[in-house]
């Protein structure tokens, strides 16, 4: 699976950026799809994924409530909506894809990233 992130930038606090993903190359509705981030000087981490039927879907604690994520299998893509950013959400943002929801963090498909920055 190729991921393409986009969407990225900057942006003010309590502002919105919406986040996409395109994926190609083997079957999109297979692969259950997530959202991570790393920030400078940390590890990357989990922000929120999705089943391959669009029904369940998790959300870290730093980002319920402000953060959706979706998925449009007509177009092989996955979106996250980010609402009432914070300065702390400034990271590369990664999309993800694996055949295992349980799966934490070892996705086996990466894309390349995409920077938010959220200035205070």
């Known amino acids: 699976v190729q991921l393409v992130e986009s969407g990225g930038g900057l942006v003010q606090a309590g502002g919105s950026l919406r986040l996409s993903c395109a994926a190609s190359?083997?079957?999109?509705?297979?692969?259950?799809m997530g959202w991570f981030r790393q920030a400078p000087g940390k590890e990357r981490e989990f922000v929120a994924k999705?089943?391959?039927?669009?029904?369940?879907?998790h959300y870290a604690d730093s980002v319920k409530g402000r953060f959706t994520i979706s998925r449009d299998s007509a177009k092989n893509s996955v979106y996250l909506q980010m609402d009432r950013l914070k300065p702390e959400d400034t990271a590369v943002y990664y999309c993800?894809?694996?055949?295992?929801?349980?799966?934490?963090?070892?996705?086996?498909?990466w894309g390349q990233g995409t920077q938010v920055t959220v200035s205070s």
């Open positions: 190359g083997r079957t999109f509705r297979n692969y259950v």
């Open positions: 999705i089943s391959q039927s669009g029904v369940v879907r």
């Open positions: 993800a894809a694996d055949p295992n929801y349980s799966k934490s963090n070892s996705y086996d498909y």
